[in-house]
């Protein structure tokens, strides 16, 4: 069986490869912005792993256990919360990147990001 | 006062959204936006150096009570020094920066008052956010918390580029945004693979584990990891390849926006450039990245500039060239380069400013940007050609200005540290910055006026030349003293090396 650690971080890997093929390759812009997407979930991924711990515990200090046991089996709580504020942000840069792309369609007619982007300076 | 520490950053926010609240009274939008400008810059006067620990989350080891209830592997280990909380850090040289960040910030909104008769509180609300981000970043030493910052300001940046009445912002906008989209997770990728390493996002805990051995600098992840931040610096500072967006960016935005818009890329350029020294200074490769980056920078833009005839994209690529002197004192590594990096950098914010502020004065009176259309305005404006003429010699480094002083630190700095040729480059360069200038600078006041050329009959906003004004003589006043500022800078840098 895969370790889980392993497959969470290949899965990271293969949102951002993904997404970064949509973001060079695919002409469509709303396209590369769901390949930005792609990329910014695998790095947030790939931090959560970072927090995983074989038979680990969810990192809540509970009456009864003692601080030694507590140490050994928490998940490390920091990634969790470093997600937390990066899926805000990302979420805000998503807008308003779409909220552009529906006023550049409203201009151009088009969605193509080299009709769109073309050879503007 | 420490407790002041954390107001450099609350304050701009609060008031950024109580703008956006107020966002259609005008008069309030004004009154408001004046009055939290002009208070900014006395907040880091009256700071106290020192610590600021969010929500008194101090190290374990300031802490003797707990320390000695905790575990003999936590009390008496690396783990006890470990930073828990986010950790605001105030010297020097954040007071300098913040001071003359935060008048510049202050000119930049009084020059929007007195052009604008209607100011819409969401674009005040975005010139505050900005301030607020590079000010945290300037400031944190957690580098998650920079991380988080730096979003908000790339998005403040393309909320003012979208401010502007340019027919192409939405483009310039949209690129610039998807190649932040990619530059910042990058950034992030590059965090979480220290993070990984050193077990903390803050920055002072990194560079102790790094310093002590506690994890190994020749790993691969380390190297990874540098390559990646650096990749995601090179994007906030508009260095190549992310050069000619970055210049775009500038010529699209309004000019007192575009001054801002600079002011902030420097101090992310010098927030996130201070944390890589620290965190990477035992790298060989570091020095030479820097250097080949800095130096492709300043060829690159330049060349573009000298092709250039719309003087918002040639100010813009003059602006991202110069950034390339920072870059290089950063390179060198010396405490000499450091010092002149940080003062050259002070210098990018206020002569910039000047340019931008300048020239945007012919924006607004002849609607022009292309400087073959234009000629012969010394006629209209002879005060504002002086204070534009003399801001881009301050550019171009003559003396007695400011920008002669912090490069002729930096070409000391690279003969003392046997590196002649760079000093060559930096002298040639400031050359071809000077003829690119007095080229714009000709076309603009001295050449025959053009027939067709029409001026409006208004007068110039009082408030530009109030600002400009007031830049110029900081410009003089740090040519002649410039001991103001470097004594500080060199405090600060002692304590990096």
């Given at each position: 069986m895969i370790d889980t650690q392993l497959a969470a971080l290949l899965s990271s890997g293969s949102f951002i490869i993904i997404g970064l093929y949509a973001a060079i390759f695919i002409d469509n812009i709303i396209k590369k912005i769901i390949g930005l997407s792609f990329i910014e979930e695998g790095a947030n991924m790939f931090l959560i792993t970072l927090a995983y711990r074989p038979d680990g515990i969810v990192p809540i200090f509970l009456p009864g256990m003692t601080p030694e046991w507590f140490a050994s089996k928490s998940a490390y709580p920091l990634p969790h919360a470093l997600v937390l504020t990066s899926i805000v942000i990302g979420a805000s840069t998503l807008a308003i990147m779409l909220a552009i792309a529906m006023v550049l369609y409203n201009k151009h007619g088009s969605l193509s990001a080299s009709v769109i982007l073309g050879d503007k300076k | 006062m420490n407790d002041l520490i954390p107001l450099m950053v609350i304050v701009p926010i609060i008031v950024a959204i109580l703008l956006n609240l107020f966002s259609k009274q005008n008069t309030t939008v004004k009154i408001l936006s004046f009055l939290v400008a002009i208070v900014l810059p006395i907040i880091p006067i009256l700071s106290n150096y020192g610590l600021h620990y969010f929500g008194g989350h101090a190290p374990l080891i300031d802490n003797g009570n707990l320390l000695n209830s905790l575990p003999s592997y936590i009390s008496d280990g690396a783990l006890s020094t470990f930073h828990i909380g986010i950790t605001y850090s105030f010297e020097s040289l954040q007071r300098i920066l913040l001071f003359f960040l935060f008048v510049v910030g202050f000119l930049c909104i009084l020059t929007t008052l007195g052009e604008r008769k209607r100011i819409p509180g969401s674009y005040m609300f975005l010139m505050f956010m900005g301030l607020a981000a590079v000010t945290a970043m300037l400031l944190s030493d957690d580098i998650f918390h920079m991380y988080i910052f730096f979003e908000i300001a790339i998005v403040a940046q393309v909320g003012i580029v979208l401010a502007s009445t340019d027919d192409l912002k939405y483009e310039v906008a949209m690129k610039y945004l998807l190649l932040g989209s990619v530059g910042g997770p990058i950034l992030l990728i590059g965090i979480g693979f220290l993070l990984g390493l050193v077990g903390s996002v803050n920055i002072t805990d990194i560079v102790y584990a790094v310093k002590n051995g506690?994890?190994?600098?020749?790993?691969p992840v380390f190297l990874f990891s540098f390559g990646l931040i650096f990749f995601g610096w090179l994007y906030s500072v508009g260095l190549p390849p992310f050069h000619t967006i970055k210049s775009s960016i500038y010529s699209k935005a309004v000019p007192s926006g575009s001054a801002l818009l600079q002011a902030l890329s420097v101090v992310i350029f010098i927030s996130l450039g201070i944390t890589i020294f620290r965190i990477y200074s035992s790298l060989p490769l570091l020095e030479v990245f820097l250097i080949f980056f800095s130096l492709s920078g300043m060829i690159l833009s330049l060349t573009m500039a000298i092709m250039e005839n719309d003087f918002k994209r040639m100010i813009g690529f003059l602006a991202v060239g110069e950034l390339g002197y920072i870059g290089l004192g950063f390179g060198i590594g010396t405490k000499l380069s450091l010092t002149a990096a940080l003062f050259q950098g002070l210098n990018e914010i206020i002569i910039t400013a000047i340019l931008f502020i300048g020239f945007g004065v012919i924006l607004y009176l002849t609607k022009i940007s292309d400087i073959t259309k234009l000629g012969g305005l010394i006629e209209n404006n002879p005060k504002i050609a002086i204070i534009v003429l003399l801001g881009g010699f301050a550019m171009a480094g003559v003396p007695p200005l400011n920008g002669f002083q912090s490069k002729l630190m930096l070409i000391q700095s690279a003969l003392n540290d046997n590196l002649p040729e760079l000093a060559i480059i930096m002298i040639l360069i400031s050359i071809i910055t000077f003829m690119t200038f007095m080229k714009a600078f000709h076309s603009i006041y001295l050449k025959p006026k053009p027939k067709n050329l029409i001026v409006e009959d208004v007068r110039v906003p009082r408030s530009s030349i109030f600002a400009m004004a007031v830049l110029i003589v900081i410009c003089i006043v740090l040519g002649i003293?410039?001991?103001?500022?470097t004594n500080g800078f060199s405090g600060f840098v002692g304590g990096l090396i």
């Open positions: - | 506690l994890i190994n600098t020749s790993s003293m410039p001991t103001l500022v």
